[in-house]
């Protein structure tokens, strides 16, 4: 089995936080031992007349790194078509990230092609069941311990969402965490390890853009409410599996229905907010208030429980958060709204990808 490392594809995609590096590689003859070095009255060194007559080193764009896509099925019709293939454009084009705009679709984790590329990425509902075959656990555990990383889009899926995979292509709902089937599987490779929260703090957050995208655009019912709580400094509900010291397997709520843009580069989905009001005698009436559908519990970064009651099918309507305080929540859809979350969304994208092929 080929021996799978991450150096080489980092060093192929080095970046610099605020510039845009690349590679540099001179056609020049190798220059003959250096006399010692001599130094300007500032105590600089002064240029050699070998050094002067050299010719400048000439930039070459390192080769494009390939990114693998799981798709179980047809690959046509896999969530989010347009996301990650728009996303790979957008870090090339702002970062010096040299990335593959088109990824290389498999199957099964037993493909030996994993071995030649660093990244997996796979939304959870693309694979019908993560029951991992013997032949899958023996390949990602020899992948992970490598190197390998796996980012599994829409792998936190709160439990009000799970009767239907759908559900959470659509409801980034702050879950702390995993879904159990990916915590059984992993589980059945690693059986001494477990998903952690990501803490707030991680650098990932802040691997490429720091903090949040300018909020004045958005309504101001909405914007406390956005900085404060559901995209604090710009991050994101994630649960993370260790390997050898390293994050080796992230998951997270939807991604990529904020990354897709079609051939006109216009956004492909549009997004709205779900947020959580209270008022003044709110908590005694929703205490009381009857209910149509059914009631779950959602576990908190802190590890406390809000339980969730919802009116319609995967709508939640109200909570009763751990404090004793009750909110109910609000839907806004505004085409500034929509904009803003796929700015976030982006963003936080292209942190992931810095993140994983810088360290």
């Known amino acids: 089995m080929t021996r799978f490392s991450l150096t080489a594809a980092a060093l192929a995609a080095t970046l610099f936080l605020g510039g845009h590096a690349a590679r540099a590689q001179s056609d020049a003859p190798a220059p003959e031992a250096s006399p010692p070095s001599l130094t300007t009255p500032q105590g600089q060194p002064a240029a050699s ?21 799981l798709v179980q099925g047809e690959v046509l019709r896999r969530n989010y078509p347009d996301g990650l293939t728009s996303l790979l454009g957008e870090l090339n084009q ?56 796996i980012f599994i889009d ?31 599987a992993f589980a059945s490779i690693y059986p001494d390890k477990a998903f952690l929260p990501l803490p707030r703090s991680h650098p990932l957050f802040r691997a490429f853009y720091s903090g949040l995208p300018d909020a004045a655009i958005l309504p101001d019912t909405v914007r406390d409410f956005v900085v404060n709580e559901k995209w604090p400094q710009g991050t994101y509900s994630a649960m993370g599996l260790t390997v050898n010291g390293r994050l080796a397997v992230l998951a997270m709520p939807i991604l990529a229905m904020g990354w897709g843009k079609n051939d006109l580069g216009q956004w492909t989905t549009f997004i709205g907010f779900r947020i959580r009001e209270g008022a003044e005698g709110l908590s005694e009436r929703l205490s009381e208030a009857a209910y149509t559908g059914t009631s779950f519990e959602v576990t908190r970064e802190d590890g406390r429980k809000d339980q969730i ?3 319609e099918e995967a709508m939640p309507a109200w909570v009763h958060e751990p404090d004793d305080d ?22 936080l994208g292209v942190n992931l990808f810095v993140y994983v092929y810088t360290q």
Request: hydrophobic letters at 35%.
């Open 49 to 69: 007349p070998a050094s002067a007559a050299t010719s400048p080193a000439k930039l070459t764009p390192p080769d494009p790194v390939q990114v693998i896509q």
């Open 94 to 149: 702002k970062t010096s990230l040299a990335l593959d705009p088109d990824p290389l679709y498999i199957e099964t984790f037993d493909d030996p092609r994993i071995f030649e590329h660093p990244f997996i990425y796979v939304n959870y509902a693309d694979r019908a069941d993560w029951t991992l075959s013997e032949g899958e656990k023996e390949a990602l555990k020899a992948y992970l311990d490598r190197g390998g990383f």
């Open 154 to 184: 829409a792998g936190i899926t709160p439990s009000f969402l799970r009767d239907s995979a759908q559900y959470g292509q659509f409801h980034s709902f702050a879950e702390w965490s995993v879904t159990p089937e990916l915590e059984e």
């Open 309 to 311: 009651f919802t009116q």
């Open 326 to 347: 009750w909110r109910v929540f609000r839907y806004y859809y505004t085409q500034e709204i929509s904009d803003y979350a796929h700015s976030f969304y982006t963003q």
